[in-house]
């Protein structure tokens, strides 16, 4: 946009104009009328530039145009003789562009995965039936099982058919020689029969020579009568290494028994060594590894394990959890039954499998790694080398374009990386007598943290001081005391990514007495070893206090794991769901709901990874340090590995959710944000910026007054006389009763938050939803596991009346739900023990759980009033301004999601209010008033009132089919709730309030989804980086090495082009997915729903 001083008028005047002819004056007139209009609109266009603040991004300089745009004023004057026209740039000044991600020099800057262009919900939902439809349903996939059932008969027959002769048994004959069976003790011709080969016959001379080169084959012989087994090691076998069982020239003269383990069976066989110039540079343990079976020891191995069944194993542990012992019972039952009787022998190989699958394991993460393709060896690999990284998460060097630095610091979240960190207490690890000093066989290279220097490190902790009564199932008030007799570790503490619950290399730790800073602090720190990156935001359960004094902890760990405080930008957040456990100011001061940048990531994932690896805790628990840690480094390895070759479905899974609920998210702030002025809407924009920039400024999210005291205020007092009462002394079983009260409350909350999210939802965030519900579900069930056992302290007589409860309970129905559960707090069992004075509880109990449940019921009141005041609000705004269909619907959507909240915290008052007048009766507190609700409104609302019986009289007498009159007065004769006469009842100041953090929080809910669509796109595009990276990375693994001899160079080059060409294929295949529009993934998601319920849009 050009800026003109004035505007020429000399192009205006008419042609020939001569200042001495006929019409002079009117000429001059005319200019001048002209010249001033053209004035005028130029002093309007200065106007409008100065609101612009005179910017010019057009006008570039000498600069290059690329980093640098010229600011400054363009005039256009006209010539001294009004015939020509003059510019000139005035007020020049330089100012450094800003770069957006997509002006960056990468080639999949200007890619858009999943394009929502005219993406449209319904019209998802209203997809053809051929794409929708349910497909026909057939009785063979439908109910297989009763196809089957009537073969059953003939399924057994043709078993038992192969325990004889089969079709040989009229006339058995070699298949290969044609000679006939015979069982003659002077001529005896035997015939057997190989499982592998087929089921055909075979002469003994026959089998010895087919299976000269397979010498691992299961055998059985005919005896005349039924089938017995043989081996071929019996019939005579050698078998000879370093040709393949072909001739060697020169064999080793002595012939070896050798124990081959080949999955299901164990094989006893004799093998000869090569003494020929083929196997001149091999000796006894090259041959057998060349073979394809792995010693199980290095000096004069007796027994091996087949490649094949090592890596079958592997497999069996990580994924079933199938530990040694158990394989090992299994081959052995499968090799001979009868050895479990005692009537035949097997040798016990369960150390031996043990030991090599522990090694084959290991391998394999160093082959993966390109350990064997580094001429520095095995022994240089360095801390975290092996790991599985995570492909999304934000690396410089592998996937972030050249330049992310130089983007908008609006945009720099995009190169955010987000962590999740917690403590697992169920991978803990007893004290074992005179266990042999076997440490990890990569201490350090994968994912835990290097065993030395932190031993090193907690040597110097000092227990410390900081207990926080903020939430009730804070691990921080036991973390030094937490049932650690006999223990060698308690638990573990990890770090993952929060987005992709991806293991952190060396972001896993023992924890040897409880989750104590000291562990969390290495643990977290080791795991951001070499963090480059510009933004870092870290979610934890008990960060509101860890944080605390971060930095200052920080400062006593090595200076290499220090973080670059001054140049980074450093969050902390509580995990969406564990933040319900926290009082009410922490939550919304630190929920990650309110973080900027970390769009919908809810802080959980590393719950879910626990989840993963908890099944390996049975088989963990007394193994020794080393094999412990390298089975769970086992398990991680492949967690994170599934983890990324799934993003292809996970990411566009997400990304088509996130666009739907974006949509809806913004235009729902829309219609709030059309209600407040613009002047207001500045200010609370800047209160909310100010807050992102410095938390001790005002909450925006919050009220900045309340005339009741918060339930966070009422705890503390509770707590204090608790103390008082008990003399000073220490809480039982390291938990407060107040902490045992609340908690109850928080689980009744979670109940009712579940019970919420049941109603349903629309079609694309239902599945989304009943993942979430199922996750609840769990953390419930968890938190109510705890819960019990605090009851059997704090409420004796509550163990009885559970037992009773349960057996009144229909033993056919299923258990109930996790929001279903009772759980008999002091208010529910006054009932079940009518006769008790204590009623089961401890003393002091009950009179502790009235107080909270006053500070419930008041407190849910002011809440429930601020709903309201935001309700009227926009019912208000929505009556004088909105017409149309649409936006009417959305208005209506907004309105009732406000309701949904006003309704949840009516119930949460009425459940507050039974309980407390089971405990004190209806007179104790008359404030606290029964709600019912024609309560729970303001003037103006719609609801039930005196129009309806003006309307009937006005029906009476009336004409059949007679309608009431349009103007029947509504609302003239209603009587204000009491809810607005009660204590601590808003006015008009707060009201402002209460519209004010529904903007806000409204604002907040836009800004983290349209965060989340942007990061999940961006997140696509550093999968497609980092598997470019890997691939060339491999590539440049060839011929790294020349120290081997031409046999092993082959093998690494083939590895590594293998790698290479096989993470090209993937990012193709990963690309060609994210390209289908998003229209398309959600019919075929919905497609996938009504298919199947299995496959609802599981983010998982």
Known sequence: MEQVSLCTWATLMPPKFNPTSKGRVFSILRLFVLSLLLFSLDMLRRAALRDRNQNLPDVDDDY????????????????????????????????????????????????????DDNFDEEQAQAAPPTILGKRKQYVSTRDPMSLWRPLKGDFLAELLRHDGLGDDTVDPRCAHCS???????????????????????????CCLLNHKRTPLHVIQEWNGDFWVPRTLNGMGLVYQLGHGGFSCPAPDPMVRNLTVIEEPIIHEIKIKYCKCSKSDNADNLEQLLRNGWYPATVIDPGTCVTFRTLETYRLYNVIGNLNVRDFVTSVERATDPSASSGMTWLPDRYKQVGRVSRQWSFLLRLKRAGRGHDPGGVQNTARGECAVNCWACPQDGRNLPDGWREVDPKYQFLYMLILAVDANFRLRNRIRINELDDPSLGP????????????????????????????????????????????????????????HECMRPNGIGDLQKGERYANMDWIVLAALA??????????????????????????????????PLKDINLQFGLPVWHAASHNEDCQNQNSLSYRPGVGRSDGEGVE???????PAAFSTKDAGTGVRADAIEAKIDNHNFLKNIGQG???????????????????????????????????????????????????PFTLSRRDCPTETQVRLEVRKDEENLGGGTAPLHGRSATAFLVAGIQIEDSQRRILVQLRGGPALISADRENKIQEWRHSLLVKLSKFRNLQKIYMPGATAVLEHHEARRDPDAPPPRAEAVKLFMPSEMIAATPLDPLHGCVAGLVEMEAKLRVAQCENSLALLRSRLHAKRHLISFRNANVIGQNTSTRARTLIGEIGDRVESYANRYRQGRTALIALKGADAYPHLRELKPDDVQLDGDDGESDSAARKKLAMIGSGRGARAPRNAPGTSRRVMSWIWTAPGALNEETMHESIRVEWSKSFARKTRWCEEVMLLREEMRRVLRYLAWQAQWWRGRVGLRDDLMLEGMSGLRAYALKQAAWHERLAEFFRAKWNVPAVTVAQQLLAEDVSGPDQLFSLE
Not at 457 to 479: D, G, M, P, R
Not at 547 to 560: D, S
């Open 608 to 614: 879910r990874t626990w989840s993963g690896l908890n």
């Open 64 to 115: 290059g145009g690329a980093e640098f745009t010229v600011i400054g004023d363009r005039g256009i004057y006209l010539s001294s003789d009004g015939h020509r026209r003059e510019e000139e740039l005035l007020n020049i000044s330089h100012k450094k562009r800003r770069l957006e991600p997509s002006s960056l020099d990468d080639q999949l800057a200007l890619w858009i995965p999943v394009p």
């Open 444 to 499: 350090g290279w994968g994912y835990w943290v290097e065993p030395e220097s932190y031993r090193e490190h907690l040597k110097n902790y000092v227990n410390e001081t900081e207990i926080s009564t903020c939430i009730a199932f804070a691990a921080l008030l036991q973390k030094d005391t937490r049932m650690t007799t006999g223990l060698r570790v308690s638990g573990v503490g990890g770090c993952v990514c929060a987005r």
């Open 649 to 699: 479905d996970s990411l566009q899974r997400r990304l088509v959710i996130a666009i739907a609920e974006r949509d809806r998210q913004v235009a729902a702030f829309k219609d709030v944000n059309k209600t407040i002025e613009k002047e207001v809407k500045s200010e609370w924009r800047k209160a909310i910026k100010d807050w992102e920039q410095d938390p001790t400024k005002p909450n």
């Open 179 to 205: 000679a006939q069976f015979s069982a003659q003790p002077s001529d005896p011709l035997p015939l057997f029969k190989c499982y592998e080969c087929g089921q055909y016959l075979q002469c003994r001379e």
């Open 530 to 563: 070499g963090f480059s990156l510009l933004w870092l935001t870290i979610s934890y359960d008990i960060g509101c206090q860890w944080k605390l004094k971060f930095p200052e902890r920080m400062k006593q760990l090595p200076e290499e794991m220090h973080l």
